[in-house]
């Protein structure tokens, strides 16, 4: 599955190897970058980042990395995964829900069946739903984190009873 991990853009006039290349190595820089940001901001606690400049280097790398790669690209769905984690932060369900959709179909491509990272997926787009009042999607998604994690983790694990409470809830 490395080659679907990887892809690149379907173009008339494909990007050349040099291309590629420089590319996964500006996404490797970029995703280090961040990574710094976020452990000068959170373990330090220091204001170096805003979190809304945290969020611009994930876009801008987005839109960069996009001309090169497809959405399924693992560079690109961390990156997205990324700024999914900041919009959560900063309390944008709209940005987090936005982020979530793109990538809950290239995991679901990645990962195996019953993968524990698709239904960690889904469940927090079950919750962004519900948060944003759309219950029908939301009931939809949780019940597909709740099939995942009945095969990964067995019927009776808490935290499916803790997902269908929350269901039965709202």
């Not at 996009?66 to 999914?84: C, I, K, P, T, W």
Request: glycine share 4%; aromatic share 10%; hydrophobic share 40%.
């Amino acid at each position: 599955q490395d080659e679907a991990k990887l892809e690149i853009c379907k173009l008339n006039d494909p990007p050349s190897a040099e291309t590629v290349k420089d590319m996964i190595k500006y996404a490797r820089n970029v995703i280090e970058e961040f990574r710094r940001a976020k452990h000068y901001k959170y373990i330090l606690c220091l204001t170096l980042i805003p979190l809304v400049e945290l969020l611009e280097i994930c876009e801008l790398s987005l839109d960069k990395m996009g001309a090169v790669f497809e959405d399924s690209n693992v560079y690109m769905l961390h990156m997205r995964y990324q700024a999914m984690g900041v919009c959560l932060y900063v309390q944008d369900w709209e940005g987090a829900l936005c982020y979530g959709q793109k990538i809950i179909r290239p995991y679901s491509k990645h990962y195996p069946s019953y993968s524990l990272n698709v239904a960690s997926m889904w469940l927090k787009l079950g919750r962004l739903y519900m948060a944003l009042k759309n219950r029908t999607a939301g009931v939809k998604a949780l019940k597909r984190a709740i099939a995942i994690m009945e095969v990964a983790h067995g019927k009776d694990h808490p935290y499916i009873s803790e997902i269908k409470k929350e269901l039965e809830d709202h």
